[in-house]
Structures are given as structure tokens and as C-alpha cells.
């Protein structure tokens, strides 16, 4: 009986999700609308079909002692595809479904504003991520390099007030904000494609940084033979990704930092930061801000902006599958926010955080095994020291230079010794995080910065790549003041393993300035930094957590 109660609790979970939105006229009133039931896993489907054969049985049997006698219950209909799939394991018909859906969903950019077709465009959904323009963030946007095709938008209907501009950047909502606005997405995706069986593929970078083929050729040859325009391509990235000369950094798209968090807030912040917004600034034409990918307002207009954040939303599902009740976020207030969204219908709809929170509620899964990175410590990567060209003492505020910054860390004398008076066993569970306080900027420095944790010998080790991504997002107040938001101006790194690699003495902190793609140097990239850009941050300190 325990599988027929999760049966139940499953499909009123589901049917709860879709509400009206209060204060609508334009909308229908939404009709319970079922959403597509699906298991989480084989296991999880057998589960259920052990369930629903069971409940079909006690209705046999229920029927015997009546009149009629059934036979086998019937098959249920197949279930619709319900795997999200790496981008590179599409099959030939998947791939043209995908370019089918986001070439109508951009085709409906020109829809009247009002019109039922916009809601479906791809860039009403862009505007509700972000957008330039009143009501969200300055026009002066428009200005930032790679930003053409773009053009101010501003809110009209009352759809569009309640969703445009409603991204959660910075907050404890994060991953499941972004969540629930993929599954709508990937609704109106499926209907423009005319395919119930598309999902979203994921970009998998950290397996391979190059943008996939898919995504960078700027035509194809569709069906009938013909090259065509390719929907997923736009030229608007830095030119070597969609070169396919260049990958991502590894620094960029490495989970290692995130995925040995053990509690939901701090997955959130450090996830968000590498590989969420370290991928986005090096996707841009010349990092953050520049578009489409390097800046909030206009990141939705690159179609692989929606297999980004599904690698994110993959990513989290690896994590919370090692323990998702332990993981899962447990605030009540974080739990209980609505957000409005427009769902495969047309409606506006104002679901719960509770009723959107997990991949079982929602009815899809990641492709078996998921490619989930390994969720233990990497060995340290060791570096062959560049000639630093700036040494300071960590005394004061320091400058971030437009080459190679090395900065003395000076523990603190009681930090040093608890840190190394932990018996080795012990120090696996107290993780020495080395945080950079009070970081900001009179210009964006147009680059991204790997951290190094230098030893006396010489010795770096990678602990890490600042971004600044979030600094490009619009602000808004709602979540502000709960806990577990993030400092904008803050950076931590698990530097625990680099420390006992190099050792906690004489050792610096260094940092290097790069574009975030593979082949690069350190001095190619300090030349596109603003000589009035003036990085700079407050405090550097490891603390022992
Ligand atoms: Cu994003």
C-alpha cells in the first residue's frame, strides 16, 4: 500500500502546481491542468507499475465478487520521453525537433506584443529571465559589447509585469527558480516544436568545453537537403568558441569547488558562481558584461543559454541524489515563495517553490548515470610558476594589476596553528576556505580570474575563478535579508587541500587574469583589461569552517 500512497501523493502534488494567477483577466481561468506524470528512474517506474497493477488487481478482484471478472489490466499508454540528454547524444530526429522548437519560439519575436505567439517567442522568455530596458536594468546596456539584434524592451501587459524581469541571481533561489522556469520553457519548447516527446539537452562542458557543433555552425543542412540558418547559432560569443578552436577553461567549468558542499545554501552560492557564472562570462564576447551570454539582461537570447542552465539543473540533481532529503532546501519562507511564470497554455501561473522542487514533481529525469561528475576532491593541480609581476603584502586594500597579482597571505598565528594542530583524519571535515572580501571594480576588468594557492617553493595550486556575472543582474529586494544570501562583493574557495599540499607557511595568494578559454595567456588576457578598471579587493583570509 506504501507504493499507492506515493502513487496519490505524486499526482496531487502535480495537479497543485498549475494555479491561476490571482489578479489576472486576460488569462483563462486555468483549468486543473494534469501535468505529465513520469518516474524519476527505471526503478521508480517499476515502482509505479507495480502500484498501478496492484490497484488494477483489488478492482479485478473487488469486480469477482460482484459480477464481472476482468481480464489483464490493459498496458498504460507509453510514457512520453521524459530523459533530458546531453546535447551530443542527440539523435538526428531529436536534434531537428530541438531546431524546429527555437526556431518558431524566434520567429514568434516578431508576434504582436500582446499577442498569445509572443508569450511563446524566445524572447518573451529571454524578458523574463532579464531584459534591457524600464523596469529591469539601464538602457546603457545596449552599449556593452555583442549586443546586436537587441533592442529596450519594457513591460505592457499585465503577463509581463508579473513575469518579465524575475531571474534569481545572488539568492537562495538560484537552482530552484531557475528550476521551475526551465520547465515552463521547455512546455512552450515542446508545444512550438509541435513534439510532446522534446526535452532540453544539457551542455556537459565540464566533459567536453568546446560549444557543441550544434550550437556553433552557423547553418545546417536540414532534411529536404537544403543549408538553412541554424537556429541554436548566434555570433554573438567569443569567437573562438564558435570557431570551435577554443574550449572553455577547465577552471571555468569545474565543479570540484561545489559539489563537496553538504548543505543546500552553500551548494547554491558555489555552484552559482563556477561553473554557472564563470561559463556565462567566457561564453560572452569579452566576459561579463558582454552579450549575450556575459550579461543577465540579455543571456536568454543565446539559445545555449537554456542547455547552460540545464547542465546547472543536472548538476544539482547529482548532488542531491547522494542524500535528497538531507540536501533539498528545508527554509520555510524559501520554500513557500511563489513565482510566476507562463505555462505551455498561455496562462500565467504563480506555482510554489514546495509543489516545483524536485525532478519526481516535475516529471523528467537526466539520461541514465546523468555523466555525474564524482563527488570527491580532485587531486591538487599543480602549475608551472609564471615570473609573478606583482608582489604586496597583504597589509591593506589591494590592487588588482593588469598582469599577474601575488599576494602574501598572512594567516593569522592561531588560525595557522589550529590548522595544523587538526590530526589528519579530523581535517577532512574542517575545510580551510580562503575568502576574498570587499571585491570591486571602477570598470569591469573584461576577464575572468583564476586563483592560485602559491607555496614558498614556488608550487601554484588552482583553488578557483572569479567571475563577475552577478554583478550584471538586475536587484531585486523580495529575497533580500534571508539567510544564505550571497555577498555579492565575496568569493570563498576550499583551499583546504591546497594548503596541506603546499603548506600552510609562506604561502600567497595569485591571481591571473584570463578570458576563460582554453589556449590563452596570462598576459594576452591583461590586455583587455580597462587601464581605469581598478580591481581590487579589501581582505583575503582563509577560514576554518
Ligand atoms: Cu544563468
Known sequence: MKALHSI????????????????????????????????????QRDTWMWAFATAQLQTVAADALGTTVGGLPPPPPPPLNTTRQSITALNAGQLASLRRGIAQMIAWNSAPQGSADFKRSLRYWANMHAYIGTGCSPASGLSYPGMSGLSLQSKATPDQIATWCTCQHGTIQFLTWHRMYLFYFEQVLRQAAGDPNLRLPFWDYETDGHIPPAYRSPTYVNS???????PLYVANRQAQLN??????????????????????????????????GAVHCATGVQSCPSGYMGYVPS????PIFYSHHANIDRLYECWLRVNQAARLPNNPAQLAAHFNFIDGGGNLVSPMVANMLTTAQLGYHYASGGGCPLVIRIPPIYVQLERPFHVYPLSGPIVLQRGITTVPLRLAPAARKQMLAVPAPRS??????????????????????????????GKRVLVGVINFFNDTAPRHDEMQGMAGMADTASRSFDATDALAALGASGASLVLVPTTGITGGTALKAAERISPRANVRFK???IEQR
Open 8 to 43: 496519490a501523493f505524486f499526482c496531487a502534488v502535480a495537479l497543485s502546481v498549475p494555479t491561476a494567477y490571482a489578479g489576472t483577466t486576460a488569462a483563462a481561468p486555468a483549468a486543473a491542468r494534469p501535468l505529465l506524470l513520469a518516474p524519476a528512474s527505471d526503478a
Open 224 to 230: 529536404g537537403g537544403t543549408t538553412v540558418a541554424n
Open 243 to 276: 570557431a570551435g578552436t577554443a574550449a572553455l577553461a577547465s577552471s571555468v567549468t569545474s565543479t570540484a569547488g561545489a559539489m563537496p558542499s553538504t548543505t543546500y545554501n552553500p551548494f547554491n552560492s558555489a555552484i552559482e558562481q563556477t561553473p554557472h
Open 299 to 302: 543571456a536568454g537570447n543565446d
Open 428 to 457: 577532512r571535515a574542517l575545510r580551510s576556505m580562503l575568502v576574498i572580501d570587499g571585491l570591486s571594480y571602477d570598470e569591469p576588468p573584461g576577464v575572468l580570474y583564476e586563483v592560485y594557492v602559491q607555496g614558498s617553493g
Open 539 to 541: 581582505e583575503a583570509r
